[in-house]
Structures are given as C-alpha cells and as structure tokens.
C-alpha cells in the first residue's frame, strides 16, 4: 500500500485550488518510419510499441485514490480500466510548420486539465514539422514524478535505436481498491509509528532540544517575514501562458558548474536568478533600459 507523501500532496492541493501543477517536455524527432507515404502518423504502431513497455512504468496505470476520512492519507491505486489511447495521441500541425507553430500547439494542449479520474499524463505527437520532423509534447501531474524523475519515466517508453525487438506486452490486471478494513488497520500502523517516534523524541531531551535549535533559524525567518512588494511577477495571473525556448549549450554549462564545484541546476538558477534581478531593477528604475538577451 503505498500513501503520498507529504511532497506528493502539495501538488493535488494546488489542484484543488484552480492551479494544476502539471510538468512537461518538449522534443523534436525524426519522422522517418513514424509518417506513412500519405503524411498520416502512424498511431496505431507506436501504441503497439509503447503498450510492451508499460509495466516499467506502474504509475502510468495509477489513479490517487483518496479514502473517506479517518482512513489515512491519499494513495496509489490501479485504475479499474487502462486505454492507452487515452494518453498517446496524435495532433497534426499545418504542413511545413515551424517551432512558433509547434510551441503555440504545445500551449493550447497545456491548457487542457489532466482528468483525474484517469492516470494523468500525456504524450501527444505533432507531425507537420518540415523536413518530416515530428513534435512531441509529454506531461504527466507532478504528484507523480519530480522533473528529472518525469523525464525518465517517459525515456523508459521510447527506444533509442530504430527498428528494435518488438516484445510481447505482459498481462495486466488492475489490482482492487484496498478495503476499508485494510485502509484502517495501515493507518492505524502508521500512525503507531509515528507514536514511537515521538516517544523516542521524549526520551531524548537533549537531542531534541539541539534540532529545535538548529531549526529555529528558519522558523524564526517564516514566522517574522515581511510583506513583499507587489511586482509584475507576484500579481494573480489568468491561465493563459506563452511558451519560448531559451537555448544554450550544455557542455559550457558542465564546465562553467565544475569550475565551480557546482551542478548543472545551480548554473541554471543562477542564470535565471541574474534574469530576474535584471528584470526587476529595470522595473524599480524605469529610465535604466533592461537587455533581455541574457
């Protein structure tokens, strides 16, 4: 029986309140042997190829099922019933469109709310791109993987090679819901540990008094945070969004991060960052003119 975590239910509140949080990715490919001779994409064989690979995956034919009250935390189920075609779909653009064309049918899709009552994600295919290049648009609900975790899950459904191996989907048969019976008696578990270690808390004074100092820092800057100023990146927001591609080389990113003994996601934030202080500075003193090509 696996429960959300407290970091799982983050997003789906966010959901509650009118603010999906969805993750997604988007990536060209080449569309030899995904385009038929008559410029139609070939859906129905990259189901084919895809349906084998699907048990990697478990979470791809995962509800969240949250049970009534007093029988704990949200939690993982199967869904009762899996269509693939429901998650791998097909969307074509103009013919010979071009990447404002592809990102602007990326955005409309986003929009889209993932339906809760199936596993919430998508890979949608955008063929029209010229030199027959395909798009494809994937997004899965946070609560489901983290970035990097997404990014993965999805490269575990797709080859890396052309024309590989086709092997036989094994059989899938959705587990049932836990009973309530069976919800009490693992909250109730749970619970007893939580207990335990609130026991072994008190037990130990000392070492308990000594995380409450060293966590108090961050209390003390929560509980005493002043209000901020509004600004053009704080202010309530509609649901419509402009994608753009920001590109840069990855391998000056690995040497400018070991330089300085730091990640490839520090070099990113700092960028970011340096942006948003730009931008911000620019805001405050209107006469300075601000350069976006940073």
Known sequence: MERLGVQDLAPLRG?????PWDIGAVAILDGTGLVDRDGRFRIE??????EPKLHSVPRFRQLVYRPPLGLGWPLWVDAPCF?????????????????????????????????????????WFLPGLAHRRVGLFVRLHHAMADGVAGVAAFGGLFDLGADPPAPAA??????????ARELLADNMHRRGHELDRALSSLADPAGTLRRARRGWPAWRDALT??????????????????LALVRSRLDVARTIAHAHDATVNDVVLAAVTGGL??????????????????
């Open 170 to 179: 094994p059989p899938w048969t959705p587990a049932p819901v836990p009973s």
């Open 45 to 50: 064989a990259v189901r084919r190829a895809i």
């Open 277 to 294: 202080r730009d931008l911000l500075r620019a805001a405050a003193n209107p006469s300075r003119t601000w350069c976006c090509a940073r």
């Open 83 to 123: 269509d693939l075609a429901d998650h791998v779909r097909v969307l074509p653009l103009p013919a010979g469109a071009d990447q404002a064309q592809l990102l602007l049918a990326c955005e409309q899709l986003r929009r889209r709310r993932l339906d809760p009552s199936r596993p919430r994600w998508e890979a």
């Open 15 to 19: 959901d509650d309140a009118g603010w």
């Open 225 to 242: 945070e002043k209000r901020v100023s509004r600004t053009s990146l704080n202010r309530p927001i509609g649901p419509d969004r402009t």
